[in-house]
C-alpha cells in the first residue's frame, strides 16, 4: 500500500470543538486550513476580515480559553483561516478533510457537496459528528469519497481529553481505518477507539447511561447532588467534575439530546427506560438552566456578602438553589485514606450504609449494561474500558472494576438483586474464566467472548505498563519496585502519595542505578500515577526543620544531591519518562538524566522558590551550568545567566513538554517529547538500548563552569530589589531571590572564575539550609502542607 503522508489538514467548522481540532493539529506541527461560514450580514461585503469574522473570532477565542488549547503558542502560526464561499477551493492541496459543522444531515451534506468539488482523489475525509449515523452521512456521494469517509470523534478539550473514535461505514476502505488508528495514537498522542456505527458510539453511550442511571439512584435512594459529587469523584477514581459538575460543564441540553437520542434509535435495548427524562430533569431545560453556558444548572456561582464568590446547589425537591452541604457517610470516611484504587473500589461497594447501597446498584447496573453492549457497541471488550478511561477520565475502566470486585462473586450477587447478564458471562464463567484481563509474560491480554479464548491487547512492546512485570520485579523497597522491561533495560517506579521523593526513593534510584551498571544496559525511571512526581517530600524537610535538626537535614539534602549526581555520572545511560507534575526534585531529575522522553502533556518546572526555598538538590547548580555552556561572544554573558535565574525566581512552570524546551528544562536535539503517553516508557526504554549500544561511555564531572562573580551578582540585585520596589516581590522573596543569585554567581567572587559542579553544589545546599532555618520559609511549607497555596509573606 502506498504510504500516507499527511502534512496538511483542513478543519470545516470552527465551533468550540472544530477551533480546537485545529489547535491540536497544529501543534503536532501540520499546516491547518480553518473555514466557516460568512456571517449573514457580511455576504455583499468583499473584505476579508468581514467575511471571515466567524472563523476569525471562534480562533481567536479559542486561543484565550484556558486551559491552552495548544502545546506551544507559535504554532497559531500554522493555522489560516477562510471560509466556505471563498476558500473551499483550497482545500484541494489538503491530505485530511475533518468535517465539524453543526449536528444537522442536511447541512451536512451541502458541505459535502462543496468538499466534492475541490478535494482531490485519495484525501481522507471524516466528520466529527458525535449523533448521526456515519453510514447516512456518505449516502450519495462519489466512490471514492465513500472509500476515504469514515467517522473521527474527537472528545472536548481535544488537547487533553485522549479519546479518538474511529466509526467507519460499510464502504470505507480497511486500509483507511489501519492509518487513522495508528495515526491517532502515534502523532495526535490519542488512544483510538474502533467503535460501530450504533447510537452515541462507545463512549457516550455508556458515559450517558452511567449519568442516567445516576440519576435515577437521586430519587431511588433519596440522595442529594452534593452527596452523588461527593460519591462519583476522585473517591472512585473518577474526575474531580465528578456527575453533576460533568452535566454542568458538558451543557444539560446536550446530555438530555445524547440520552434521547438513545431512547428513540435503540428500540432493544434492554436498559432503555433509564434514558428517559426525569421530570426535574426536563424542567430545568424548560427554565433554560443548562449548565455553565447559561450561568446556572445544578449549580450556581453567586456573589457572597463580602464579594467573595459562592457556589450554591441545586436542591431538586424544593427547585432552590441552597449552599454547599459536606456530606458525611462512614463507608467515605472508611475508604478515604486508601491510596489504592482496587483496595478502595472494595471498600466501597461492601459498605453497610447509604454510599455502599449506592456503590452496589450503581456497579450492578454498569456490569449488566456493558455486559450486554458486547457485540453490539464493540466485538472487543477491551475497547469500552479504553474509551471510558480516555474519554470520561475514569481511572480504570467498567470491565476491569468488575475484575477487580470478583465477575463470578459479583454476579451471583448481581442475579440476586435482580439486574441480569449477558449470556456470554455465564458461557465465560462456566468454562472457568474467572477474569476479563489477565497478565501472562507482562504483556495484558483480554477474554475474546468470539472465540472464548484470551487474546493479547494490540499494541504489545509499545505500551509497557511496569506494574504488568510483577513476575520479573528483581528488587523493591518500602515505596519502590524495579523490574527487568526485556532487552537487558531495568525500569523504576515508585508509589508514593503524588510521586513525592523522600529517602525511600532516592535509595531506590541509586540501587536501580548500581544493578544496572553489574549486570544491565541502562535504566528507565518513569511512574504510572495521575503525575511522574510533584517533587521532594516537603513534610519531611518541614519536620527537620521545626525540629532544628539541621544535620539531619544535611545529611537529606547531600543525599538528593549525591542520588542526582548519580544518575548524570554512572556508566549506563538513565532515561526518565515523566508525564503530568513534574515539578521540583521531579524537575532536577529529568535535568541530570542522559535523556528524557516526556509525554506531551508534562508539566515540569523548578518550583522551590514558591516555598521559599532554591531548588537543592542540584537544580540550581545545573541551571548555572547550562547557562555557562550557553553564554555566547556576542551577546552579554549576564543575559544567559539572568534568563536561567529569572525561570526559578519566577518557579516558571512549562505547561507542556513542549514549553519545557522554552525554559530550559529540556535540550533540544537530544530529548523527545512523546505524544502518546502510553508510549513514554517504550520510548524512554529504546533509546536506552540505543544509547548504550552506540557506545555509552561515563561522562566526567565538570569543572569549567563559568561563573560570573560580583559584576553579574550586582546586576542580578538591582533586578531583585526593582521587583521589591514594584511590589512584584515580598520581603520573604528578596531574601529568597537574593540567595539564589548568591549561588548561580558562583558567590562573592571577585571576577569571572571557572569552577567545579561540586563548589556550586556546596554553595546550593548552604543557602538551602540557612532558609530551612527561616521562619517565613517554614510558614509557607507548612501552609502547602495544609493543602493550600503558598502564603504570600
Known amino acids: 500500500m502506498e504510504k500516507r503522508i499527511i502534512k496538511k489538514v483542513a478543519v470545516l467548522g470552527s465551533g468550540v470543538m472544530g477551533s480546537r481540532i485545529a489547535c491540536h493539529f497544529a501543534g503536532i506541527g501540520l499546516q491547518v486550513l480553518l473555514l466557516d461560514i ?14 471571515n469574522k466567524i472563523v476569525n473570532d471562534a480562533l481567536t477565542a479559542a486561543i484565550k480559553s484556558n486551559p491552552s488549547p495548544v502545546y506551544h503558542k507559535n504554532v497559531i502560526k500554522k493555522i489560516t483561516t477562510g471560509n466556505f464561499d471563498d476558500d ?20 451536512k451534506k451541502q458541505v459535502y457537496e462543496k468538499v466534492e468539488q475541490f478535494r482531490k482523489p485519495g484525501t481522507l475525509i471524516t466528520s466529527n459528528t458525535s449523533g448521526i449515523p456515519i453510514y447516512m452521512l456518505s449516502e450519495g456521494r462519489s466512490d471514492d469519497f465513500k472509500k476515504h469517509f469514515c467517522g473521527t470523534h474527537f472528545f472536548n478539550p481535544p488537547r487533553y481529553l485522549r479519546l479518538l473514535e474511529i466509526i467507519p461505514t460499510p464502504d470505507t476502505d480497511p486500509a483507511i481505518i489501519d492509518f487513522l488508528m495508528n495515526y491517532g495514537d502515534l502523532y495526535l498522542g490519542k488512544t483510538t477507539v474502533l467503535c460501530k456505527d450504533t447510537p452515541a458510539f462507545i463512549a457516550n453511550r455508556i458515559g450517558v447511561f452511567g449519568i442516567m442511571s445516576l440519576f435515577g439512584l437521586v430519587d431511588k435512594l433519596g440522595l442529594s447532588i452534593d452527596e452523588v459529587d461527593a460519591l462519583t469523584g476522585p473517591i472512585l477514581g473518577r474526575p474531580k467534575s465528578a456527575t453533576f459538575r460533568t452535566a454542568d460543564v458538558v451543557g444539560i441540553d446536550t446530555l438530555v439530546k445524547v440520552a434521547k437520542g438513545v431512547a428513540d434509535n435503540c428500540l432493544n435495548d434492554e436498559a432503555r427506560d433509564v434514558f428517559n427524562i426525569p421530570a426535574w430533569l426536563q424542567k430545568m431545560v424548560d427554565n433554560n438552566w443548562l449548565g455553565d453556558k447559561t450561568g446556572q444548572g445544578f449549580f450556581k456561582k453567586i456573589k457572597g456578602g463580602g464579594g467573595e464568590k459562592e457556589i450554591l446547589t441545586l436542591d431538586l425537591k424544593t427547585f432552590e438553589y441552597k449552599p454547599r452541604a459536606k456530606p458525611k457517610f462512614a463507608t467515605l470516611e472508611t475508604a478515604k485514606p486508601i491510596d489504592d484504587l482496587y483496595t478502595r473500589l472494595k471498600i466501597l461497594v461492601a459498605g453497610q450504609d447509604k454510599a455502599g447501597e449506592f456503590y452496589r446498584h450503581f456497579h450492578y447496573g454498569l456490569f449488566s449494561y456493558i455486559s450486554h453492549r458486547i457485540p453490539e457497541i464493540s466485538d472487543e471488550l477491551y475497547r469500552v474500558d479504553d474509551a471510558m478511561m480516555a474519554g470520561f477520565g475514569w481511572e480504570i475502566g467498567a470491565f476491569e472494576s468488575w475484575d477487580v470486585l470478583g465477575v463470578e462473586k459479583t454476579v451471583k450477587v448481581m442475579k440476586e ?19 476479563f484481563y489477565k497478565i501472562e509474560k507482562g504483556y495484558k491480554l483480554y477474554y475474546d467472548q468470539n472465540s472464548k479464548a484470551y487474546k493479547p491487547l494490540p499494541g504489545g512492546d509499545a505500551f509497557i505498563v511496569m506494574s504488568n512485570y510483577q513476575d520479573k520485579q528483581i528488587w523493591k523497597n518500602g515505596s519502590c519496585k524495579l523490574y527487568h522491561l526485556g532487552d537487558d533495560v531495568l525500569g523504576l517506579q515508585w508509589f508514593t502519595k503524588m510521586g513525592s521523593i523522600g529517602g525511600d526513593v532516592l535509595a531506590g534510584i541509586q540501587t536501580a542505578i548500581d544493578k544496572a551498571e553489574k549486570n544491565y544496559k541502562g535504566l528507565v525511571i518513569a511512574n504510572e500515577g495521575a503525575n511522574f512526581s510533584a517533587g521532594a517530600n516537603v513534610g519531611m524537610i518541614f519536620m527537620l526543620a521545626i525540629d532544628q535538626e539541621y544535620d539531619e537535614l544535611d545529611m537529606a539534602i547531600r543525599m538528593f544531591q549525591n542520588t542526582m549526581m548519580r544518575a548524570r555520572y554512572s556508566s549506563i545511560p538513565v532515561v526518565t519518562a515523566a508525564h503530568g507534575l513534574t515539578l521540583g526534585g521531579a524537575c532536577e531529575l529529568s535535568l541530570h538524566s542522559d535523556k528524557c522522553c516526556p509525554a506531551a502533556e508534562t508539566y515540569t518546572g523548578l518550583v522551590e522558590l514558591g516555598v521559599g526555598l532554591i531548588p537543592g538538590g542540584g537544580g540550581t547548580k545545573e541551571f548555572t551550568l547550562r547557562a555557562s555552556d550557553e553564554m555566547h561572544e556576542d551577546e552579554p554573558e549576564t543575559i544567559t545567566l539572568k534568563n536561567r535565574f529569572l525561570s526559578i525566581a519566577t518557579a516558571k512552570v512549562a505547561t507542556s513538554a513542549l514549553e519545557g524546551f522554552d525554559i530550559g528544562i529540556y535540550r533540544k536535539g537530544l530529548d523527545e517529547v512523546v505524544m502518546n503517553q502510553g508510549r513514554r516508557i517504550a520510548e524512554a526504554k529504546k533509546s536506552v538500548v540505543e544509547i548504550y549500544d552506540s557506545g555509552y561511555s561515563m561522562p566526567v564531572q565538570r569543572k569549567d563552569v563559568k561563573v560570573l562573580g560580583q559584576s553579574a551578582l550586582g546586576a542580578l540585585y538591582a533586578g531583585i530589589n526593582g521587583m521589591w520596589r514594584a511590589n512584584y516581590a515580598t520581603d520573604h522573596d528578596v531574601v529568597v531571590a537574593k540567595k539564589l543569585a548568591y549561588v548561580m554567581c558562583g558567590g562573592d567572587l571577585s571576577e569571572t572564575s571557572l569552577v567545579s559542579e561540586q563548589y556550586l553544589l556546596d554553595l546550593e545546599r548552604e543557602a538551602f539550609l540557612s532558609l530551612c532555618g527561616e521562619k517565613k520559609t517554614l510558614e509557607r511549607i507548612q501552609s502547602v502542607l495544609k493543602g493550600g497555596k503558598p502564603v504570600r509573606n
Open 38 to 51: 460568512v456571517p449573514k450580514e457580511a455576504v455583499e461585503s468583499k473584505k476579508p476580515s468581514e467575511r
Open 88 to 107: 473551499m477551493k483550497k482545500i484541494n492541496d489538503s491530505d485530511w478533510v475533518i468535517e465539524v459543522v453543526v449536528e444537522r444531515l442536511d447541512i
Open 417 to 435: 438483586a435482580g439486574y441480569k447478564v449477558a449470556a456470554w458471562i455465564d458461557e465465560m464463567l462456566a468454562a472457568g474464566n474467572k477474569t
